[in-house]
């Protein structure tokens, strides 16, 4: 069981240029979402998604995309890459709660590895 | 929108008892979780609650109040290994999860 992947864990980009960083989960999760973590700012939500089909901004999206065709995959796309792009970034998923109902069903997020991206 | 408010750094000794605090506000609630971070890694989950009270799971334990907006991490008979970031963060009812900016934990001898 491989859980949530990643892809690549370093990257260097010039400022300008496109990249896709890549997150697949075989966890069969509804919810998948991407963070940057910028020393002392900690973990920002992008983008999130909460079924195939589904996405949402969250706190940062300006310059990045996303999109959700399959439910196993959440890629995240820069178009021109600036230097304030260079950051951490997490993938994470978890398993779809009811809307507006608490529950104990937990829905803990479960992370990749991290992709470390520098724009030059 | 969510804020959530959490104390930078906190500094404690080998096998002591210490209190992370939270404290949030949210225009939905639907859970809080904390999470642990070690340097340069992934954050692991260590704790959930959505009901008021206290959850508690061996050495850590979690209390809840929402009519407070506010949680704790409680962490016992600490370990050095216990030198991490810890995250606080909440789910509101559209399910995105917001986390603070974490608190640093420095366990020293």
């Known amino acids: 069981n491989a859980g949530v992947t990643q892809t690549p864990k370093f990257q260097v980009l010039k400022t300008g240029q496109s990249m896709t960083l890549q997150c697949a989960q075989d966890?069969?999760?509804?919810?998948m979402s991407w963070y940057r973590q910028d020393p002392g700012m900690g973990l920002r939500l992008i983008h999130y998604?909460?079924?195939?089909?589904?996405?949402d901004q969250g706190e940062v999206p300006n310059g990045y995309n996303v999109s959700r065709s399959t439910t196993e995959d959440f890629p995240l796309r820069l178009l021109s890459a600036a230097p304030s792009q260079t950051s951490v970034y997490f993938c994470?998923?978890?398993?779809?709660?009811?809307?507006?109902?608490?529950?104990?069903?937990?829905?803990?997020?479960?992370f990749g590895e991290g992709s470390r991206l520098t724009v030059l | 929108g969510q804020n959530i408010d959490q104390p930078t750094e906190m500094t404690a000794t080998e096998g002591a008892i210490v209190q992370i605090n939270c404290t949030y506000q949210?225009?939905?609630?639907?859970?809080l979780f904390w999470y642990q971070q070690h340097a340069g890694e992934a954050p692991t989950f260590l704790s959930y609650?959505?009901?008021?009270g206290l959850e508690e799971k061996g050495r850590f334990s979690s209390f809840l109040s929402r009519s407070k907006g506010y949680s704790y991490l409680l962490l016992k008979e600490l370990q050095m290994k216990d030198s991490a970031s810890y995250l606080c963060?909440?789910?509101?009812?559209?399910?995105?999860?917001?986390f603070g900016t974490g608190t640093k934990l420095q366990v020293i001898p």
């Open positions: 994470a998923s978890s398993y779809g709660v009811n809307n507006g109902v608490l529950t104990r069903r937990t829905g803990e997020l479960f």
């Open positions: 966890m069969n999760h509804e919810y």
């Open positions: 998604s909460v079924g195939a089909g589904i996405t």
């Open positions: 949210t225009s939905g609630f639907n859970g």
């Open positions: 609650n959505v009901l008021d």
């Open positions: 963060a909440v789910r509101a009812r559209d399910q995105k999860v917001t």
